[in-house]
């Protein structure tokens, strides 16, 4: 493989999807093949979808064994520190942060390249930035990640139309990537720290009913 | 976009599917953000799984624009209107079950467009029918729509039949699009309203057993 | 169809998860439609995303009626016989088991086929074979099929490992698909009767914390 930037982004946000999915799968009391597993799943969910929706088949962790093998090393790695990982909350939220905005760029970067509508781009992004994280919590029984209190796919759409913006404006490719990961990253990180929300809408029922049809 | 009756159709699914997304995603208290990525992935995941399936790719709303801007749209309607919807839940209910029979007409076109078996295309049909509402269930966490009483998967299977029946009697296209439609809306309505229900068919077990292997 | 034997695997695969399917959707109570939908969906979930993967569309149950024939019948043969399983508990357990094996099998040969690594089939293996099993269990509510305590995934990854092994030995093809399915059916069998789990790593945590970020 040729060591572009994309690819390097795409194998950081895998090593981040993968310790994540690796630590909710031990949380489950899994056998470490079956860690390996949802590991894997949530660390290539992302890219996959991203592939599959624009016809880029086979996957592209199937193009190349990187993947694979990282996971494994990613595995072990989570297996033997599964003890040191409480210390490690904070990077374990960066990793999964990491995740999100990494995967949000080479989703609206694949949609640039095969020359989809910028707002397409957002779409696309947005989806291959979050979907890892939900199928890992679909996996394991857990609140899918979006509906945790804190901002999460907002910041990944934010950072996808940051990125189209300055896209747009011819702004360099590396200039981008990097604006645009912090911007997710921070975005994410404030709204943690402050715990910073949106406002949500929840329908206010003249007669309570408890579930719509 | 040409404007043939096929994408009038799908348009008006995602109308549909978006609102019971958004809808969903409100009742879980979800930040603006999170309701659009919830209505967007309801309203498009009928027609992705189709598209994905028969290897139509990039899928078709990647393709035209016109799908993002009528979900943004819709989803600020269903915000400023919630406290509306309870007044409208019978619209609602219709506008669900107007996704469910459109869906159903495109897989099943899609099916025999791409030179497939009519009872293939009858069960892309189905599968295109009730993929959104599913998806939609399985992220808001609620038991996904094909196991809520009322004759759901039903109606669809029925509509997709007549479709393939009518297709081969070489009936009009407009005229199968919309009997059929009416065949599954009517199907749906009915069934609600009379608490119709197919029998089902639980296992009487000699020694009870909660939990198969 | 040519009766290679991939096919006739594919069918027996396909019978056993439909099986499974059509148990699990009767014990949800759904009605006839409703069944089949499930028994469905469960057969062709594995071959489905073991074909979307590798861009091998449309997807092979398109390609063929014989499937949704098959499917059919199973699904009436299931609730003639709805009664009668609970003495069919073993022969279940089995043909879910053969599922698995089958489908871990087509899996690995679908790699190989299109020339990827043969990590890269092992993965798309375990895959094929647990993916049915998981779209079965999210859809009726249920705990996933790879979280149940007995060896699941990990018998999948180890047949899928034999088998490019054998292939790598230039072993028959007939004989590689013959021992790679008697070891995942051998060693899911042997770990239910025996009850052999593999350890799992559960992380301790110093100050009790019941959810990771």
Excluded: Q
């Excluded at 409480?86 to 990793?95: H, I, Q, T, V």
């Excluded at 397409?120 to 947005?126: E, H, K, P």
């Amino acid at each position: 493989m040729e060591l572009s930037l994309f690819n390097i982004l795409d194998v950081l946000g895998t090593i981040a999807f993968a310790i994540s999915g690796a630590l909710s799968a031990m949380n489950r009391r899994l056998d470490p093949f079956g860690i390996f597993i949802i590991a894997f799943v949530t660390a290539i969910g992302g890219g996959t979808i991203r592939d599959i929706l624009v016809g880029n088949t086979p996957v592209s962790w199937m193009e190349n064994t990187i993947y694979v093998y990282l996971i494994g090393v990613v595995t072990i790695f989570a297996i033997i520190f599964r003890n040191k990982l409480n210390y490690l909350k904070k990077s374990l939220f960066l990793f999964d942060t990491i995740g999100l905005g990494v995967f949000t760029i080479t989703g609206v970067e694949t949609g640039i390249v095969n020359g989809l509508d910028p707002i397409i781009s957002v779409a696309l992004g947005a989806m291959s930035g979050t979907f890892g994280g939900v199928i890992r919590d679909i996996l394991c029984n857990e609140i899918p990640v979006i509906f945790r209190k804190e901002i999460y796919a907002t910041a990944c759409l934010i950072g996808a139309l940051v990125y189209v913006t300055l896209y747009d404006l011819n702004v360099d490719a590396d200039i981008i990537y990097l604006v645009t990961s912090l911007i997710v990253i921070g975005i994410r990180i404030l709204a943690v720290k402050y715990h910073l929300t949106l406002p949500s809408f929840y329908p206010v029922h003249p007669k309570s009913s408890k579930r719509k049809r």
